[in-house]
């Protein structure tokens, strides 16, 4: 099994930034793409970015695009989510996600989760 915990999430003013993290533990060698969902308020779950093992490919939702960095560390076996420009419509709770195969946009393609962060952003 592979345990994830987010951290980093709060409260920023909108053009703000956040750096989210999430840290792996447990059968960490089985894990190759990791990614970051996020869920509004009565809305569903919904892909965000996802990064590839070796960090060479990583693919993000239009929204966040040109805003959002993903990045990891497989030493520390952390993954991360730098935010900027941040809008009210980023408000939400972040959900870091793992899954022994490579990247995709598909929820339901990752093994693992993580019980999410919230991000509130005030306009």
């Known amino acids: 099994q592979v345990q994830l915990v987010e951290s980093g999430g709060g409260l920023v003013q909108a053009g703000g930034s956040l750096r989210l993290s999430c840290a792996a533990s447990?059968?960490?060698?089985?894990?190759?793409?990791m990614g970051w969902f996020r869920q509004a308020p009565g809305k569903e779950r919904e892909f965000v970015a996802t990064i590839a093992w070796n960090s060479v490919y990583t693919d993000y939702a239009e929204s966040v695009k040109g805003r959002f960095t993903i990045s990891r560390d497989n030493a520390k076996n952390m993954v991360y989510l730098q935010m900027n420009s941040l809008i009210p419509k980023d408000t939400a709770v972040y959900y870091c996600a793992a899954r022994p195969a490579g990247v995709s946009r598909l929820m339901r393609a990752y093994d693992y989760w993580g019980q999410g962060t919230q991000v509130t952003v005030s306009s």
């Open positions: 447990g059968r960490t060698f089985s894990i190759n793409a």
